[in-house]
């Protein structure tokens, strides 16, 4: 009786141990499984991203910070840059929150966000110069003088960088107010002058 | 007696001749650009169209106004062309200083 006893025990341990190995067992598969599965998902929407990426900046579109992300992984921090570049230049309000862009970047594509800062500086001259400039002018030049600084500032940007860029608008601006001014008293003198003559004659 | 010569004077003549090398492509950024690189001296775009609209009312030059373009932020360009005027002024202005300049020794090479 009592080996049966014994036997039934071991028995009982015996299956206890096995069934809680392939317990065990089955969870690091069930896990290893969820694990390939989630990089499989992954990996699958990484391609996604990386393919639609292509296409947007492909057509001129700025692809969202994400795919920027996943793209920069994939095909490395220059490739990125030349891709969205052109199309930054289409689309200047994107990107505007940095903060934002690199909570959802890796922390590689620091560089690529102060390339991104720069590309959107280079399309928009200072506000407050243009303000400024958009006062000491006349009518009929509002809107050619500011197109060629806006255009000549892209230029500066691209080559000596966006804060050398700010300096020369500013440059700009304040050089051009004298001659502005001088022009818009000759006018007033010649207006005043002619009003004063009429009322001789 | 012969008819009164136009002078230009010294920023007229190299904008004029600015406009002239542009031919074609001649509107405020680029005779900028090239003012400033001929004479080495960063040239203000006031200036440079204060001058121009100076030659334009002298009679030297024409303007109208061309496409607007995205880099420019949407605005149009005003392109400038010299006109015969112009010309016999650079011309004029030229010969006045050729005349005054013959013979003279500055001494030093000017090459």
């Known amino acids: 009786m009592r080996r049966e006893l014994t036997d039934m025990g071991l028995r009982y341990l015996s299956w206890l141990i096995i069934w809680k190995f392939e317990k065990v067992q089955l969870s690091r598969f069930l896990r290893e499984m969820n694990s390939n599965e989630r990089q499989v998902h992954s990996n699958e929407a990484e391609e996604n991203i990386g393919s639609a990426f292509y296409s947007k900046a492909g057509q001129g579109q700025l692809p969202s910070i994400k795919m920027v992300s996943a793209f920069y992984q994939r095909a490395g921090q220059g490739k990125a840059v030349s891709m969205i570049l052109p199309a930054l230049d289409r689309k200047k309000s994107h990107y505007k929150d940095r903060k934002k862009a690199q909570r959802h970047c890796v922390n590689d594509i620091n560089a690529l966000l102060i390339r991104y800062q720069e590309a959107k500086i280079i399309a928009e001259p200072p506000r407050c110069g243009e303000r400024i400039l958009l006062l000491i002018l006349s009518k009929e030049e509002r809107i050619n003088i500011p197109g060629d600084l806006t255009e000549e500032f892209a230029q500066i940007a691209a080559k000596h960088g966006a804060r050398f860029a700010k300096i020369w608008y500013y440059k700009q601006v304040v050089g051009s107010a004298w001659p502005m001014i001088q022009k818009a008293i000759r006018w007033g003198l010649l207006v005043s002058a002619w009003a004063w003559v009429r009322r001789l004659i | ?111």
């Open chain 2, 1 to 111: 007696m012969s008819e009164q010569k136009d002078y230009l004077g010294h920023f007229e003549e190299i904008v004029l001749l600015a406009v002239l090398r542009l031919a074609e492509n001649a509107y405020g950024a680029k005779i900028r650009q090239t003012v400033a690189e001929a004479t080495e001296r960063d040239v203000s775009i006031g200036a440079v169209y204060a001058t121009l609209d100076r030659l334009e009312r002298k009679g030297y030059l024409k303007s109208w106004q061309g496409e607007a373009t995205p880099e420019r932020g949407g605005r149009a360009k005003r392109y400038f062309k010299v006109v015969g005027a112009g010309v016999q002024a650079l011309n004029d202005t030229n010969g006045a200083r050729n005349r005054l300049t013959h013979g003279l020794d500055f001494g030093f090479d000017a090459t």
